[in-house]
């Protein structure tokens, strides 16, 4: 029997992966120039909220209730600033920064897909641990405060903000903030 917690992210895991699938396979045309950005900003904007709840959340309780807690959280937390290393290179190509201008799509996808698979993999092991060590309601209680935290987190890669405890708290209160202005901002005629 699946528990909501397991449940939950093995439901997220499988619509970002969409999101994932959809945005590297967006392309633009002579017609449609722009067509790569709405699939492109969807998947960063999703995945980055979950990655901010997952080091909001899921790092601490691993941390506090698993025997090897320490260890799983520090995974946790690398494997996701990998991935929001690899998120911003995507942004910066899509959006023609010159640090990632001369990096083809290809190559930037293939280091997004590897390093999202490795936090995939990290948080799985991860909620694993805490199914074994927490009772249902604790898991419950956990996944309503993932996809809480999910609704307060930043919506662009920030791999170089602290992500863990206060600093990282703080962090994301104010990435999320800067983060809300440049998404409800009104868009050039």
Do not use: C
């Not at 249902?136 to 919506?155: G, H, K, N």
């Amino acid at each position: 029997m699946r528990d909501n917690l397991t449940s939950s992210i093995a439901v997220t895991h499988h619509v970002l992966g969409e999101r994932l699938r959809r945005a590297e396979q967006s392309a633009p045309t002579p017609e449609r120039p722009r067509d790569r950005f709405p699939t492109t900003d969807t998947f960063l904007a999703s995945t980055s909220r979950h990655v901010g709840a997952i080091n909001a959340v899921l790092v601490p309780a691993v941390r506090r209730l698993s025997p090897d807690g320490h260890d799983v959280a520090q995974d946790l937390v690398e494997r996701s600033r990998r991935l929001e290393w690899a998120m911003a290179q995507a942004k910066a190509k899509l959006y023609g920064s010159t640090y990632a201008i001369r990096r083809s799509w290809t190559s930037i996808w293939a280091d997004v897909h590897e390093r999202f698979e490795e936090l995939l993999t990290a948080e799985e092991r991860a909620v694993e641990r805490l199914g074994a060590t927490i009772d249902e309601q604790a898991r419950d209680d956990l996944s309503d405060r993932i996809y809480q935290a999910e609704l307060a987190a930043p919506t662009r890669p920030h791999p170089y903000l602290p992500h863990r405890g206060l600093p990282g708290r703080m962090a994301r209160g104010v990435a999320h903030g800067v983060d809300r202005f440049w998404d409800i901002r009104p868009k050039a005629g």
